[in-house]
């Protein structure tokens, strides 16, 4: 009898003492899948972090690269690319979602803008020519004072088109018929506006290229960036649906390289991910 509970006791304290040692076991596995789940979430959380820095990132970088993609579009299409390219570029602006209305505006803006240059130097010819009382001063403020009316009409003609314009969308990609036809008409009554500011404009040339006078050929050499930037804009008109063409095609090409770069970013992380929840369960079911 004494035996029996010699051993029993033996049995209980062996028995007590082995699941004290898998409980101590069990215990520093826990520890330790706790600590790789925190060094694993850790380590997924700084991948999104580091992620998400790249795509802001790579947002503005494909911001920039549109734009000047959107603009080189429009600009080749033109008979002067090289005077196009850096004048619509500033302002068109990059750091915001640049559309095809945005470069056409901008083109009409840039030809405003040196039209309103060249008629207060036609003004300021003008002034200095009334000054002066030979016969040549005379018949040299005639001719300037003829061009300053037609810089002025061709000024007018433009700034009812930037009205127009930005009414509507001139270079919408995705229209429907319906909303084609009204853009199609509104175009038509676009044209002949821009196309009698640029006649305007080459009629202002020929006066002054029978002049020569200082005064009249420093107008003259100012009409040039005027009358190609006018003409630039005949030319985003007469190509628009080459240049929509193209357009629709980078918006395609772009829409692929999304659509890779989302697979390729799945394909590389996706398996920390599912470590990360094979450590979670195995934690809670040895817990």
């Not at 068109?92 to 209305?101: E, G, L, N, R, V």
Request: proline residues 3%.
């Amino acid at each position: 009898m004494d035996d029996f509970q010699t051993t029993s006791k033996l049995n209980l304290i062996q028995h007590h003492q082995s699941s004290s040692s898998t409980i101590k076991k069990n215990q520093i596995l826990i520890r330790v899948f706790f600590c790789l789940i925190i060094l694993l979430a850790l380590f997924t959380g700084a991948i999104i972090i580091n992620l998400v820095y790249k795509y802001n990132i790579s947002q503005q970088k494909l911001r920039t690269d549109q734009h000047r993609e959107l603009v080189r579009v429009f600009c080749y299409m033109t008979r002067h690319p090289d005077s196009c390219l850096p004048a619509v570029s500033m302002y068109a602006t990059p750091y915001i979602q640049t559309s095809p209305d945005d470069v056409f505006n901008a083109s009409l803006q840039v030809a405003i803008k040196e039209l309103h240059s060249l008629t207060s130097l036609s003004r300021a010819l003008i002034l200095k020519s009334g000054e002066e009382v030979d016969t040549e001063s005379i018949r040299n403020g005639s001719a300037l004072f003829s061009c300053s009316s037609l810089i002025d009409d061709s000024l007018n003609q433009l700034n009812k088109s930037l009205t127009v314009s930005a009414g509507f969308s001139v270079f919408g990609t995705g229209l429907n018929p319906d909303e084609e036809t009204a853009v199609q008409d509104k175009i038509k009554g676009m044209k002949p506006w821009i196309n009698d500011a640029w006649r305007d404009l080459w009629s202002c040339f020929g006066i002054l290229e029978k002049e020569q006078s200082t005064a009249g050929i420093e107008l003259r050499n100012g009409m040039q960036n005027p009358i190609m930037y006018v003409g630039n804009i005949i030319d985003f008109l007469e190509n628009r649906d080459r240049i929509l063409g193209e357009i629709r095609f980078q918006e395609l090409m772009a829409d692929h390289c999304d659509g890779f770069e989302y697979l390729s970013t799945l394909v590389l992380y996706a398996p920390q991910y599912f470590v990360l929840i094979f450590l979670l369960c195995l934690f809670f079911r040895m817990y």
